[in-house]
């Protein structure tokens, strides 16, 4: 692994430093938004529930649009840049925000930038490497972008400690975003000899079989996979402190951090099912110990470190097989649709996640999440083709 990784292009580095840097500034946030929800505007996890699923579902649209573009045009860098700028700006106003409907438009101009973005980068990353190095490549990209995730919690954990409002928070979240954005400008077209794709290469029709069983195997978790917002929420609620509560979420992306490389290079040359199997596993099995967690104490912090390895066995690996699967000519696509089967659902999921836990119990929503990946397992090992690892292709 160690001889592939100092040959990686420079533009994986440079789109890992980009996701760092980003992640950096939303985790500053992102932790502590059903914190000012709860305690400065007083809604509850309904409203939370409603304003995740709704970003998230504006994100999963644009996500197929830009793809398509991408494929189209044969250009990514501009909605990378487009889609870095919009986020990143519109972060910090949520210092700004006097209700819950202001959080909500705030977090669809958020989303509407990961939604520009997200296609076009993968589709960049992807193009900018052999397939044999394929998870590796991703696997860095997310290990870069979960180190940004545990520099941003600290940073909040600190002005937090030191007695700084949440709203000043909130604004000094510009900095990271002024020089992710400078940080585009470096990023070049990875070259391109693919075949022109068709004019209805886009539709549902037009993809293979086995990449809609693998879409629906997705959407599936994903219906169980509501925003991690609730996960905050629920260790908030079992007694975690408030300043402690950023320092949690960094120990997530502390071990997703380090295990994503190595986990992600390894399905390289084991297959992208066998990571995703344990990774759903992991998932299920962390939601049904936090349905029945009684207290804060020092299994919480364990289960949020398997939380952590859930994510680095599955981020990088799930974006490989998307490479792996698409059609020539058609990444941009394909990793559209897969956003947008993975975003489209986080609306029902966050939606049914909230009312099943202010209207019935927490239980019952997590419960509910673990059954969706317990299924989500079966049917990645079971029913969607299995291919071989690309490194033996």
């Known amino acids: 692994m160690w001889a592939a990784l100092f040959k990686l292009p420079r533009t994986v580095w440079l789109i890992g430093l980009i996701s760092l840097v980003n992640d950096s500034a939303s985790d500053m946030v992102y932790p502590l938004v059903p914190l000012y ?3 400065v505007l007083m809604a509850g996890p309904r409203a939370l529930g409603l304003i995740e ?14 793809g398509v573009l991408v494929d189209r045009t044969r250009r990514a860098r501009p909605w990378v840049m487009v889609g870095y700028g919009l986020a990143g700006f519109g972060r910090p106003l949520l210092a700004l925000a006097g209700s819950w409907l202001w959080v909500l438009l705030i977090r669809l101009s958020d989303r509407i930038g990961k939604g520009l973005r ?18 590796l490549a991703f696997g860095v990209q997310r290990a870069l972008d979960n180190a940004g995730a545990v ?4 940073v909040a954990a600190a002005m937090l400690g030191a007695g700084m409002p949440l709203q000043q928070v909130f604004a000094w979240a510009l900095l990271p975003a002024l020089i992710c954005l400078v940080m585009t400008f470096g990023l070049k077209e990875a070259p391109d000899g693919r075949p022109a794709p068709s004019r209805r ?4 029709r037009g993809l293979s079989g086995g990449f809609k069983r693998y879409l629906l195997v997705v959407a599936l978790f994903t219906l169980g996979n509501s925003s991690n917002m609730f996960l905050l929420l629920r260790a908030r609620e079992l007694g975690v402190a408030q300043a402690h509560v950023p320092l949690l979420w960094g120990l997530v992306s502390v071990v997703a951090m380090l295990g994503a490389a190595p986990l992600s290079a390894w ?4 297959g992208r099912h066998r990571l995703l199997v344990g990774g759903y596993a992991a998932y299920g099995l962390v939601y049904l110990a936090l349905a029945w967690q009684a207290r804060a104490d020092w299994s919480l912090w364990l289960l949020f470190a398997l939380y952590g390895l859930f994510l680095a066995a599955t981020e990088g690996v799930e974006k490989a097989l998307v490479a792996d699967l698409a059609e020539p000519g058609q990444q941009g696509t394909a990793y559209g649709w897969f956003n ?25 929503a997590f419960e509910f999440g673990a059954a969706c990946a317990g299924l989500s397992a079966v049917l990645m090992a079971w029913w969607v083709p299995r291919s071989a690892p690309p490194s033996t292709t």
């Open 37 to 39: 929800l709860a305690s």
């Open 53 to 66: 699923g709704l970003a998230e579902a504006t994100a999963a649209l644009l996500k197929l649009f830009s």
């Open 118 to 135: 997200t296609s076009p980068r993968d589709a960049l990353l992807a193009g900018s490497v052999v397939a044999e190095h394929r998870g």
């Open 151 to 154: 520099i941003g919690p600290l």
């Open 201 to 204: 290469s886009w539709h549902w």
């Open 267 to 270: 399905s390289d040359k084991v």
């Open 340 to 364: 947008l089967a993975a975003g489209i659902m986080l609306l029902p999921a966050s939606w049914c996640f909230g009312w099943l836990y202010q209207g019935w119990s927490a239980t019952a």
